[in-house]
């Protein structure tokens, strides 16, 4: 079971309570009628990234999905959450990549979006023998972050919320769903 293609997705959620914040998370994310099942961080090789709309044409309702999803819930009026997903896939596509999940407090989207998708560069890296250093931000090492002449394909997806002001569950969640 290696699957073949993958999308991502994002979703927000707001609920009196916490569980259906979630649900409503999954709802606006389009992923709330299938039977998702959390995966670890393994990009598959050759898996084909592919648009959400695409993607949710070749799933059924009721069917078991894996994914890998961040997600992260407030109920403290104007607290900042994010939740995020980065992928990094090596120069080699028959070679497996990874997946980075990131939940925070306190950064703006596009913190958490650049830490997940950091995080799965250099996870990559670590096995390809690339010039790590693990102090520096990835998009500040490109140049040198490049494997036989051909670079690391990053990408990240993130959802970001602050608390409802008036006490309501707010959850946020990011996801890359992988089809079999």
Known sequence: MVPKYAFTTSG???????????EMALRDAG??????????SIMPPNCKIINK??????LSPGQVVFVVMS???TNEPGRQISASVGIAIPPNKSKHGYLSEHHSYGQTKKESGKYA????AYMLATIMDGPLNAEKNFNKQKDIW???????????VTS??????NGK????????VLII
Do not use: C, H
């Open 160 to 165: 970001y919320s602050r608390g409802d002001e």
């Open 169 to 176: 569950w707010v959850t946020v969640l990011s996801a890359v």
């Open 146 to 156: 490049k494997i036989k002449g051909n670079p690391i394909q990053t990408k990240e």
């Open 117 to 120: 998708e950091n995080l799965a």
């Open 53 to 58: 709309k695409k993607g949710i044409s070749m």
């Open 71 to 73: 997600e992260q819930s």
């Open 31 to 40: 992923i709330a009628e299938y039977n998702l099942v959390k995966v670890s």
């Open 12 to 22: 927000r959620g707001t609920a009196n309570e916490k569980l259906a914040s979630f």
